[in-house]
């Protein structure tokens, strides 16, 4: 796309897709590639599937935006589903997982605004996050590869290792307000959070009136085999943010929170003006009525370990190529022994989509709806692309 009229910021790959069938993408050639990227963990349930394409269509010939100056039935109803399946009791829809978390901050600092402590405005983070691409949110991720160039940081955050509680305690001041984690970091290489860790951090949180958020944008809607990741440690937080596969491809993301959380988000402290609209909340209703059903989350556990499996056994036979196996549930890592970037074309030469992350890692994001012979094709796949590479090796190393 070299030459055209957009902004230069992606490194795309020379492939334009011309529809998607479950977990297929179809070029504008007709070659079929197997997706296990997910459009990075958005396309929860696939591409094209029926249910979301009857609600969008149902929808959009209804209407499409009115603001939120007026009421918006759609919107009342996720909340209320949201709220129902979740520890919170408040949800506030944005379009994307950046806007989930700045309005998360935002909540957080001003929970202690309202209660008379307006110091109070810093946030505790973790090395290898990421939190999206606004100026609040590259500050909280803290990666010197987002912040650069883009004059000062802004203030209020602080970084301390993954996974290291202690650093965390000691990082508390009295201006801190929260502390904000991934359950699970995708771009940080598929990093579960040990349950202890979570646990230590709540009681943290409990100890110095804290407030606890969970970033879920891209562990969450069943990605790990729970409708969200923290469900798997039994420790809730006081605020959440969610994206990506709420929407299974259409833009939505959300703030959760607890009543006691949301105290300080009162009438016109905070907006949106797509953000909610009856588009959005048709399709993530949509959305929650087939990962909500009986039985889908523990198909997805299932479906998880078949491929877990399946990958294990393709390290131990191709160890120059996968060190190891991370994740949990359909979020799932490839830790590679070469450049990730090699592993990925090799992989796509395989006509199997996959998605780098930090740590040298290859992420594995395919939709929840992904069936067992998909599983099993994906696999050969890989296979087929780590016998490419040792071979290539062995080649160059003959010569």
Known sequence: MSGSALFETFSRAPLAFDHGEGSW???????????FAGGIAVNSLGHGHPHLVAALTEQAAKLWHVS?????????????RLADATFADKVFFTNSGAEALECAIKTARRYHFVKGHPERFRTITFEGAFHGRTLATIAAGGQYKYLE?????VEGFDQVGFDDIDAAEKAI???????????????????????????????????????????????????????????????TPDIMAIAKGIGG????????????????????????????????MAVG??????????????DVQRKALLIKQGLAAVADEFPEVIEDIRGTGLMLGLKCAMPNAKV???????????????????????PLTVTDAEIHDALDRIRAGAK????????????
């Open 249 to 280: 491809g259409f833009p939505m993301g959300a703030c959760l929170a607890t009543d006691e959380a949301a105290v300080g988000m009162t009438a016109g402290v905070h907006g949106t003006t797509f953000g909610g609209n009856p588009l959005a």
């Open 388 to 399: 490419g590479l040792v071979e290539a090796i062995a080649s160059a190393a003959a010569k």
């Open 285 to 298: 209703n949509a959305v929650l009525d087939v990962v909500l059903e009986e039985g889908f989350l523990e």
């Open 25 to 35: 993408l179809v070029t504008d050639k007709g070659e079929r590639y197997l997706d």
């Open 68 to 80: 939120n100056l007026y009421e918006i039935p759609g919107q009342s109803r996720l909340g209320e």
């Open 344 to 366: 990925n074309m090799a992989l796509r030469d395989q006509h199997l989509l996959a998605v780098p992350a930090g740590d040298n890692v290859i992420r594995l994001l395919p």
């Open 149 to 153: 160039g883009f004059g000062p940081k």
């Open 173 to 235: 001041t009295p201006e801190t307000a929260a502390i904000l984690i991934e359950p699970v970091q995708g771009e940080g290489g598929i990093r579960p959070v040990p349950a202890q860790s979570l646990k230590r951090l709540r009681q943290l949180c409990d100890q110095h009136d804290l407030l606890l958020i969970y970033d879920e944008v891209q562990c969450g809607i069943g990605r790990t085999g729970k409708l969200f990741a923290h469900e798997w440690s039994g420790v």
